[in-house]
């Protein structure tokens, strides 16, 4: 990879977050924070790919059995015991007396980027969560490996398969930067509006399917104190900017998410995204608290337990998640969003499916070949059966929830997507594609929720960030077809 010019690099570094190390003007920022004052090594020096290491299928990246490994795990919905009880087992069960570091925490980025602008980064990351760093910053200073050789290695299940036969496409193709292998999308996820099936049989409410049912079911709830709709506005914001672009997806169909990943110009603007910014607007301002953004998505999560509100955007790791705190007169199910227009492009029942989760190998870490059997691992049948058994979520590993007792809600998500048959809604790839453009939308996406702003302003805001990252040619470009 060559260079980019030092301005270049330090808005690479501004992006990844490191701001805060700059040691003056002129001075490069690796250079000024690297440990023992040297100098860090250039993006060129990442090492080769793995799988030049060796040929046995047991071993196809040549992992040194006695190097240890450090993974750091995000400690989310999906809490970390997965990780050791399961897939770092798994490792040191094949490379006996190996050394693991694992850490688990909330605080991704805070934690890690001073490491890896120090040359200090750890094998295998799980970056997810509020803090998650900008991958595609972290890939163009050479910090992410090439997972090309992970998806064209044997697998651990069969080896007579390739790693990639063994997992759903759509996993692959969301993991590419610039058509490269960059990361591991791991958990199949089901987006949507998510409420508890006992309240409303209680109540003998049924499930709204127009804007209209979804208002007089609102002013229903309310009649009993109860708000229509909540997000939270602390940690989880982002859940309500998905719920929009969904929205907007339904609406416009999914060229409309495929235009704002390309960067196309005034696709925030367009009708479809305009039309769902402005009925989310009206029902979070008409039906639910402002309270609410104040919360985290812990504290909203109880309150939604609580039966304070009835629907919340969010994906299929939320039952896992409040597992321990569900009373038995709560059962989780997933509703798809509401039909807003009498011509929207896609049907009631269409539901987002997409890959999350998102890991990766770090290139320039001390045992990269462990990392990458690691994340080979986490894709054996075995290991993702494991994820399955401890979080209750799914994951893209083929036939990973055989003999799995599913909860009611995950059953509801399957259901859902039975139901919707070729009506699924696209991911939005823009964010981890221009995670500056990601963070700014939901910030003023807050703002618009609490009034202090109108859904033009918000529109006008978001399209001038959107236009300021595509003139910006230190940022490298995505693009996508479908």
Known sequence: MSHPGEITRRQLLRRIGLTAFVAGPGV??????????????????????????????KNPFGVDPKKPLEVVIFTGGFKDDYAKLVHEAMYTKSFAGVSIKHTGT????????????????????????????DVAALAAEGHVADLGPLWDAPALDDPGKKVRDTVTP???????????????????????????????EKEGWTLPQTLDEFKALGDKAKAKGIHLFAYPGQKGPYYMLWNMLYQAAKIGGNQAIIDIDNLVDNAWKSEAFKASVTAWHEIFTKYSDKSYLGLDHTQTQIKHLQDKFIFYPTGSWLEGEMAKDKPDTFEYALAPFPTVTANDTMPYGAIQVGTGEVFFATAKGKNP??????????????????????????TIVNGSAEGVDLPPGLASANKVQTAAGQSLITSARFEGWYKELFDYAWAQQNILMGGRMTVDEFLDKVQKKADDIKADSSIAKQTRNA
């Open 28 to 57: 490069g920022l690796l250079s000024a924070c690297a440990t023992g004052g040297g100098t860090a090594a250039p993006a060129s020096s990442a090492p080769a790919p793995a799988s030049s290491a060796g040929t046995d299928p």
């Open 106 to 133: 909330q605080n991704v980025g805070t934690m890690l980027r001073p490491r890896f602008l120090a040359g200090d980064a750890p094998d295998v990351v799980n970056n997810s969560g509020p803090e998650a760093m």
């Open 170 to 200: 759509a996993a692959i193709e969301e993991g590419k930067l610039n058509g490269k292998d960059m990361t591991l999308n791991y958990v199949v996820s089901h987006r949507g509006l998510w409420y508890n099936s006992k309240l409303l």
């Open 369 to 394: 070949q462990g990392a990458l059997e690691y994340l080979r691992i986490m894709l054996s049948k075995e290991g993702a059966k494991g994820f399955v058994e401890q979080t209750k979520s799914l």
